[in-house]
């Protein structure tokens, strides 16, 4: 059984906006963090956004002001809300623990044209 689905991804212009669902077989609060991770083609893959248990969320710098991570903890679920979209947002975007724990689930591919 997959520990972690990823939905939400597409394809969508520079500007548009995208949100990311992460659904996770166990219970997320268990956890110091849940983030999400992308990796571009020919990219080590790279955490964008984490969250800690106690709702402290940070961010790269190069998405800092644009996306922004949240959690249901009911519904084992994260998020990620992605504005102001850049051709360079393109990749796959997973989610997992801070520090990673979790098998990786198979992302969710975001495309951003120009």
């Known amino acids: 059984q997959a520990q972690i689905l990823e939905s939400g991804g597409g394809l969508v212009q520079a500007g548009g906006s995208l949100r990311l669902s992460c659904s996770v077989a166990?219970?997320?609060?268990?956890?110091?963090?849940m983030a999400w991770y992308r990796q571009a083609p020919e990219k080590e893959r790279e955490l964008v956004a984490l969250i800690t248990r106690d709702g402290v969320a940070t961010y790269d710098d190069s998405v800092k002001g644009r996306f922004a991570i949240s959690t249901d903890d009911a519904k084992n679920t994260v998020y990620l809300q992605i504005n102001r979209l850049k051709p360079e947002d393109t990749a796959v975007y997973y989610c997992?623990?801070?520090?990673?724990?979790?098998?990786w689930g198979q992302g969710t591919q975001v495309t951003v044209s120009s």
């Open positions: 166990r219970s997320i609060n268990r956890f110091k963090g």
């Open positions: 997992n623990t801070d520090p990673v724990y979790l098998n």
